[in-house]
């Protein structure tokens, strides 16, 4: 199992990013995706998830109405779209799913700063 997110980075304040998760070795489109992210000095906090399909969504009420979760099963990949960046969403962000244990990318560093 191989989980690689990218696409993070320095954006100012009211800016967008977005960020990808790749994944490989196993039945990607059977799983829900969860992107998480941790913030120095706090513990790591689910901000979005989308089941398999990609039918069903949920989010963390600090990032709803600004992030937008999608996916591409035909590319094993899991998209998290960011608008309307704030300094309190600079963290290191992480994706996830669950297969008797949970797995995780290395992570991607967001930092929100003018």
């Known amino acids: 199992v191989q989980i690689v997110e990218s696409g993070g980075g320095l954006v100012q304040p009211g800016g967008s990013l977005r960020l990808s998760c790749a994944a490989s070795?196993?039945?990607?489109?059977?799983?829900?995706i969860n992107w998480y992210r941790q913030a120095p000095g706090k513990e790591r906090e689910l901000v979005a998830t989308i089941t398999s399909a990609g039918v069903d969504t949920f989010y963390a009420d600090s990032v709803k109405g600004r992030f937008t979760v999608s996916r591409d099963n035909a590319k094993n990949t899991v998209y998290l779209q960011m608008n309307s960046l704030k300094p309190e969403d600079t963290a290191v962000y992480y994706c996830?799913?669950?297969?008797?244990?949970?797995?995780w990318g290395q992570g991607t560093q967001v930092t929100v700063s003018s």
């Open positions: 996830n799913f669950k297969r008797f244990i949970h797995y």
């Open positions: 070795g196993f039945t990607f489109s059977a799983y829900t």
